[in-house]
T-cell receptor, first 112, second 110 residues
């Protein structure tokens, strides 16, 4: 059974903190993605990676960075968390041209 | 990038009813998926269907790639079918992710 695991389901952080969201996949996929989901705005792509140490900006990269040191792990970093980054964060593995994408369980982040 | 439109945005049905959800794309896609978002927020894969028809129990999906739309059929609805259904497509040449529609919020009443 395919598996994409996000490190936390719920997270509460303070404004200005550095926040790490981790995502691990066991499908040997090259592509991995981070989305955020907000009411009325749907799912929006933050960053993606198509190989180890490779990363590309998505539609809303401001305020975020990513790290892909190993193929199975893709981390999203909030350099200095702000209240407007309170959201649901979803990691995906696979996807792209002819590959099915699978999602993790999501991390609901609240920045106070 | 492509635009994805889903309809209807909201749908309320009685248990046992059938429903059809539609997804239109602004451009051709070579990867199309349907998801169900459960109450805890996880996106559950329903179908990977760039073209043709697939069935899985009470659910089936059809994609007509040449006309840029896909349909999700739910028959004999159950309350556990409630939730948000998303379609998502990919049309790019690189690994730049799926583009999602805004979703259809389905409520099945007992």
């Amino acid at each position: 059974d395919v598996k994409v695991t996000q490190s936390s389901r719920y997270l509460v952080k303070r404004t200005g903190e550095k926040v790490f969201l981790e995502c691990v996949q066991d499908m040997d996929h090259e592509n991995m993605f981070w989305y955020r989901q907000d009411p009325g705005l749907g799912l929006r792509l933050i960053y993606f990676s198509y190989d180890v140490k490779m990363k590309e900006k998505g539609d809303i990269p401001e305020g975020y960075s990513v790290s892909r040191e190993k193929k199975e792990r893709f981390s999203l970093i909030l350099e200095s968390a702000s209240t407007n980054q309170t959201s649901m964060y979803l990691c995906a593995s696979g996807g792209g041209r002819h590959t099915e994408a699978f999602f993790g369980q999501g991390t609901r982040l609240t920045v106070v | 990038g492509i635009q994805v439109e889903q309809s209807p945005p909201d749908l309320i049905l009685q248990e046992g009813a059938n429903s059809t959800l539609r997804c239109n794309f602004s451009d051709s896609v070579n990867n199309l998926q349907w998801f169900h978002q459960n109450p805890w927020g996880q996106l559950i894969n329903l179908f990977y269907i760039p073209s043709g028809t697939k069935q899985n129990g009470r659910l089936s999906a059809t994609t007509v790639a040449t006309e840029r739309y896909s349909l999700l059929y739910i028959s004999s609805s159950q309350t556990t079918d409630s939730g948000v259904y998303f379609c998502a497509g990919y049309s790019g040449g690189g690994a730049d992710g799926l583009t999602f529609g805004k979703g259809t919020h389905l409520i099945i009443q007992p």
